[in-house]
């Protein structure tokens, strides 16, 4: 079982849209160079997190994505399950109801113990990613980020805001 | 992202291998039988469990499979990385190294941010399923069986162990 790779672009891309300043809009095409991922793939995944509500485009020559809402306020769990989908990982097809010993539904008075125990687990990795927030995420990605690699992003960002958008 | 038939699969046979009388094994035919679900499938997925030391079969006509380790010994985790593998959801391809701003390896002195935060996910998922034993859970699922079910379930156990195998 493995999340997509949508999953690590967008998380990225949801950091570096919380660190543009004001106003600043960047296209599918300039998240997907600053990250070196292929641009079509992503900008599907960037329409995910459009139809979840975390990020918003504005139009024209100039427009590009930028986050919806306050950084702080969008969770890590958000963006992943903008781009994987809410589906649980677990499906329960209640096997205990079919074969020799099956019985019809209502003779079960509650969830399939089976299915409670992955759903808990479910819930523990949900819950855990609810916890981080893009907001904290950029804070950390740029303090482990090299002072280098900032100045080189910085003035990538600035070319492509100034001269070439 | 979906975990595959299989864990619901073998987490009900493991279940049903830990309500057998001492000495007794189920082959895979009718550990399918029992829960109806496709034999040649369940087969490849109590494979899993064999190679993963969690079921033991024994050889010949009366053979078939039955738990490896005490039930309580046996966690749900097990079980499922059995069938799923052992690889993590989250693969980190390092994309903060990419890209105009990116740089060496050796110039990034910890874990990126966003994939430390997708792995202590899966961490506290891992954690939720390995606490649930399948002694316990065995307990609990023959708990919410119907009495009638119950009934039929024991049944068909003695007519397949005792007269079938």
């Known amino acids: 079982m493995r999340l997509s790779e949508?999953?690590?672009?967008?998380?990225?891309?949801?950091?570096?849209?919380a660190a543009?300043?004001?106003?600043?809009?960047?296209?599918?095409?300039?998240?997907?160079?600053?990250h070196g991922v292929p641009?079509?793939?992503?900008?599907?995944?960037?329409?995910?997190?459009m139809r979840a509500g975390i990020v918003e485009s504005s139009p024209g020559r100039h427009g590009g994505y930028r986050l919806a809402r306050p950084a702080a306020d969008i969770t890590l769990l958000e963006v992943v399950l903008a781009v994987?989908?809410?589906?649980?990982?677990?499906?329960?097809?209640?096997?205990r109801r079919r074969g020799p010993a099956g019985g019809p539904a209502k003779a079960y008075s509650s969830t399939c113990g089976v299915a409670a125990a992955m759903w808990r687990a479910e819930e523990a990795w949900r819950s855990e990613l609810e916890k981080t927030t893009i907001g904290s995420l950029m804070e950390l990605v740029f303090a482990q980020v090299p002072a280098e690699s900032l100045d080189r992003g910085a003035k990538w960002l600035t070319s492509v805001v100034i001269t070439r958008r």
Chains 1, 2 share one sequence.
């Open 84 to 95: 994987e989908g809410n589906e649980p990982f677990f499906r329960c097809t209640d096997i």
């Open 20 to 34: 543009l300043p004001p106003g600043v809009s960047l296209s599918a095409k300039r998240l997907a160079e600053f």
């Open 6 to 17: 949508g999953v690590e672009w967008t998380a990225h891309c949801a950091v570096l849209m």
């Open 39 to 49: 641009g079509p793939y992503l900008a599907k995944s960037l329409q995910a997190l």
